[in-house]
């Protein structure tokens, strides 16, 4: 009989032959035995069909994906301005817009939010004075950019709209009192005009974008009549049916010539009423109790006094904006050292939304919002942030550069070399940076993007930020010595934004920014004499000094800056892209080297291009209801 251990030696022999057998046995292929069932039969159909179209070859590797488009996306409609294009689609959090339009110009952009109609009346019958028309035209220029910067369509209506209803004959022959008839007529023209809001010019959205009652109002569903206690007549909503039928009964009521008011001969449970916590209603008895220096204006000259209260409401709608940001304004500068120039007119824009906007009663507060707080005790702060931080009180201004502009800025050179690129940059440098704070350092480029997208274009994000491509946005207009702006103490230059450019985002904030800084209501101090100025370098104070803050750049570095900036605004904004000049070329290069940088600026420059197209066409369309410019058939 043999030792033990020999039965071991033959157990793990025997096994280690075993699995060799079998693993060589594998290396053939497989012959099962051939039985035809009506699977093996359809397969074998599928098979010849594929042959017959000449999808055969594909084999095993023919799959159909759903994760990215298999065709070009048509062109959309009024989808191009500026050089950007887009396509609006519920695909716009992709990573790459490439990947769904097949297109590496166009980014894909959340779709359009529908904006409710809000529709005013205004008549010019008994206003022939040529200055009466125009300031009247101010007021609802004002008007309309604070509804349309709350989510809405604003429409001015006239007689003519009146007249269009069914129901305006039976008016006439009623033969009531001219003040009756005007407002009677204001009903007539929204009961044609059909389903959404009928506000005076003098009432105004005075609160946050997503405040609860103006975002009930952008749904644009009310299947009852809505009043708001304590506006009267400033403000309804309702169905075009409802409206109708409202007009009907009121004008078969035989109340009807007694009344005063539209209110009187509509029955209550028509409506429904709400608290109108959100809007402000400039009416006669608001200004003569509340602001009795714009009441006695209007008094001793009308036009006068209406351009105190058009500079009084504005006030207001900037003050409830700062109010909203007790945070201040951030100063989007991801990479700080070479970017000054960059960022400086979103810097010196941070600061004229700071200040506080003209007023005849400069402390005073929406009738709304009796307790706010006044712009004269109110420091509102401006900062430059190293990364985007999200928050509800905080607002901010990112300037995205492309990445060809930021790799100019940074290597302080306009001569980069596709070597250079490969071997000395980091991919997406200014993404990785301006999101460092929101999803830390261990993300790549794709997700990134996707945050950067959300904190752009979300629900919470739209109204806490205005985002630009750097390249879009327009130089200073220098008024003074020649001196570039910095955000430091030192001595600025006296410089303007482009009033065009200014007036564009007059529609984004809902007020007229104020073009120029004024006086915040603080001392100032005096200017000390050349014996007495500090020694220190210009900058923040050691004591609160980071080691991350870099110094502030020197008049040399700063002209530096401003010429790269120039030269990489031709080569993005005018050069062809990959075609014709080096720079061109080098373009592309950057542009591949640095897909999420290339996809953020895409994804921004053509979020504020369609934001601007919508309401020009807007306007275009409002031609025949009443021009923002010039005479309208409302006029």
Same mark, same amino acid.
């Given at each position: 009989?043999? =030792?033990?251990?020999?039965?071991s030696?033959?157990?793990a ?5 075993t699995a060799?057998i079998?693993?060589?046995?594998s290396t ?7 039985v035809?069932t009506p699977?093996?039969r359809g397969s074998?159909t599928?098979q010849s069909?594929?042959s017959?179209i000449g999808?055969s070859s594909?084999?095993?590797?023919f799959h159909i994906s759903? #994760?990215?488009s ?6 959309q409609q009024n989808?191009?301005?500026?050089g950007a294009?887009w396509y609006?689609?519920?695909t716009?959090?992709?990573?790459f817009?490439s990947?769904?339009t ?5 980014a894909?952009?959340? =779709?359009?939010?529908?904006r409710p109609?809000?529709y005013?009346?205004y008549?010019?019958t008994?206003?022939g004075?040529?200055?009466?028309v125009?300031?009247?035209e101010?007021?609802?220029w004002?008007?309309k !950019? ?10 001015i209506l006239? !007689?003519?709209?009146?007249?269009n209803n069914?129901?305006?004959k039976?008016l ?6 001219t ?10 023209a929204?009961g +044609? ?8 010019? +003098? ?15 952008r749904?644009g569903?009310?299947?009852q009549l809505v #009043? ?7 403000l309804f909503a ?5 409206i109708?039928e ?7 009521d035989k109340?009807l010539k007694e ?5 009187d001969?509509?029955r209550p449970e028509?409506?429904r009423?709400?608290?109108?916590t959100?809007?402000a209603h ?13 009441a006695e ?9 209406r351009?105190a ?9 900037h ?6 940001f ?16 960059l960022?400086a007119?979103?810097? +010196?824009?941070?600061?004229?939304l700071?200040?506080?906007a003209?007023?005849i009663?400069?402390?005073?507060? =929406?009738p ?5 707080a006044p712009?004269?005790s109110?420091?509102?702060?401006v900062?430059n942030?190293?990364?985007f #931080?999200?928050s ?5 201004i990112g300037t ?6 930021i790799?100019l800025l940074n290597n302080?050179?306009?001569h980069?070399?596709?070597a250079?690129?490969? !071997?000395?940059?980091?991919r997406?440098l200014?993404l990785i940076?301006?999101t460092?704070?929101?999803l830390?350092s261990?993300r790549g480029?794709p997700s990134?993007v996707?945050?950067?997208k959300e ?8 109204s806490r930020?205005?985002?630009m491509?750097a390249e879009?946005v =327009?130089d200073?207009?220098?008024?003074g010595?020649e001196k570039?702006?910095?955000?430091t ?6 410089v ?9 985002l007059?529609? +984004? ?5 104020? !073009?120029?800084?004024?006086d915040?209501?603080?001392?100032a ?6 014996e007495?100025?500090?020694?220190t370098?210009?900058?923040l104070?050691e ?8 110094d502030p750049?020197t ?5 530096k800056e401003?010429?790269?900036l120039?030269k990489a605004?031709e080569?993005v904004?005018?050069g062809e892209?990959?075609k014709g000049k ?9 542009e591949a ?5 290339t996809?953020a600026w895409?994804f921004v420059?053509?979020w504020r291009?369609r ?7 807007w306007?275009?369309?409002e ?5 923002t410019?010039?005479?309208?058939r409302?006029?």
């Amino acid at each position: 009989m043999p =030792p033990v251990r020999f039965k071991s030696i033959f157990l793990a022999t025997g096994f280690f032959a075993t699995a060799i057998i079998i693993l060589s046995s594998s290396t053939g292929p497989n012959k099962p035995i051939a039985v035809e069932t009506p699977q093996a039969r359809g397969s074998s159909t599928l098979q010849s069909t594929l042959s017959s179209i000449g999808l055969s070859s594909l084999g095993s590797g023919f799959h159909i994906s759903y #994760r990215t488009s298999s065709h070009k996306p048509p062109e959309q409609q009024n989808s191009t301005s500026g050089g950007a294009s887009w396509y609006s689609d519920w695909t716009w959090l992709n990573p790459f817009s490439s990947s769904i339009t097949l297109d590496e110009d166009r980014a894909v952009l959340p =779709p359009l939010r529908e904006r409710p109609p809000i529709y005013t009346y205004y008549d010019t019958t008994g206003k022939g004075e040529v200055k009466t028309v125009e300031t009247d035209e101010k007021l609802l220029w004002t008007w309309k !950019r604070a509804w349309w910067a709350a989510g809405f369509r604003p429409v001015i209506l006239g !007689r003519g709209d009146a007249m269009n209803n069914p129901f305006y004959k039976q008016l006439q022959m009623e033969n009531i009192e001219t003040t009756l008839e005007f407002e009677f007529a204001r009903w007539l023209a929204w009961g +044609h005009m059909g389903t959404g809001l009928l506000a005076s010019w +003098h009432c105004f959205p005075m609160a946050q974008y997503d405040d609860p009652l103006l975002s009930f109002l952008r749904r644009g569903q009310y299947p009852q009549l809505v #009043r708001f206690d304590g506006l009267g007549a400033g403000l309804f909503a309702g169905e075009k049916n409802e409206i109708n039928e409202a007009i009907k009964d009121a004008l078969h009521d035989k109340k009807l010539k007694e009344s005063k008011t539209a209110l009187d001969v509509i029955r209550p449970e028509k409506f429904r009423v709400e608290k109108p916590t959100s809007i402000a209603h400039y009416d006669s008895n608001t200004i003569t109790n509340k602001y009795k220096p714009v009441a006695e204006k209007l008094v001793a000259s009308p036009n006068e006094g209406r351009l105190a209260l058009i500079d009084l409401i504005n006030a207001h709608l900037h003050g409830i904006w700062q109010s909203t940001f007790t945070d201040g304004v951030a100063v989007l500068k991801p990479l700080p050292k070479h970017t000054t120039a960059l960022t400086a007119p979103s810097w +010196h824009l941070a600061n004229l939304l700071a200040q506080c906007a003209k007023s005849i009663i400069p402390a005073s507060c =929406p009738p709304n919002n009796p307790k706010c707080a006044p712009c004269l005790s109110n420091k509102f702060p401006v900062k430059n942030y190293y990364t985007f #931080r999200n928050s509800s009180t905080l607002y901010n201004i990112g300037t995205v550069p492309h990445p060809y502009t930021i790799n100019l800025l940074n290597n302080q050179t306009d001569h980069l070399t596709l070597a250079h690129v490969r !071997r000395y940059t980091k991919r997406d440098l200014w993404l990785i940076a301006a999101t460092d704070h929101l999803l830390g350092s261990g993300r790549g480029g794709p997700s990134r993007v996707v945050g950067l997208k959300e904190a752009v274009a979300s629900d919470f994000g739209l109204s806490r930020g205005l985002w630009m491509a750097a390249e879009n946005v =327009p130089d200073f207009v220098t008024t003074g010595e020649e001196k570039w702006v910095t955000s430091t103490k030192q001595e600025h230059q006296v410089v303007s934004l482009s009033e065009e450019w200014l007036a564009n985002l007059d529609w +984004h904030f809902g007020f007229a920014i104020p !073009r120029t800084k004024t006086d915040r209501g603080e001392a100032a101090p005096p200017i000390p004499g050349p014996e007495r100025q500090p020694k220190t370098p210009p900058g923040l104070p050691e004591e609160i000094r980071k080691s991350y803050d870099p110094d502030p750049p020197t008049d040399s570095e700063l002209k530096k800056e401003k010429e790269l900036l120039a030269k990489a605004k031709e080569v993005v904004i005018k050069g062809e892209k990959g075609k014709g000049k080096a720079d061109g070329r080098m373009k592309t290069v950057v542009e591949a080297w640095n897909l999420a940088d290339t996809e953020a600026w895409k994804f921004v420059r053509a979020w504020r291009a369609r934001g601007i197209m919508e309401r020009l066409k807007w306007e275009e369309d409002e031609k025949g209801f009443g021009e923002t410019k010039g005479k309208g058939r409302w006029w």
